[in-house]
């Protein structure tokens, strides 16, 4: 979980290249997937629970 002053100061950047990518749900900076907008665990987390619509497990 990230500290609530990076994501805001994340939102505050001067310059848009400087702005990092973070997950929606829990805020984690690394491992961000741009299509969905979610961190890597987070995206596996809600694709095991069905919440994600076309995406399943590989192995179903």
């Not at 969905?36 to 192995?59: D, H, M, N, Q, T």
């Amino acid at each position: 979980m990230a500290k609530t002053c990076m994501t805001y100061r994340e939102q505050r950047r001067k310059y848009a290249n400087m702005v990092r990518n973070r997950c929606q749900k829990c805020g984690r900076p690394r491992g961000y997937i741009r299509r969905f907008g979610l961190c890597r665990i987070c995206f596996r987390e809600l694709a095991l629970e069905g919440k994600i619509p076309g995406v399943v497990k590989s192995s179903w």
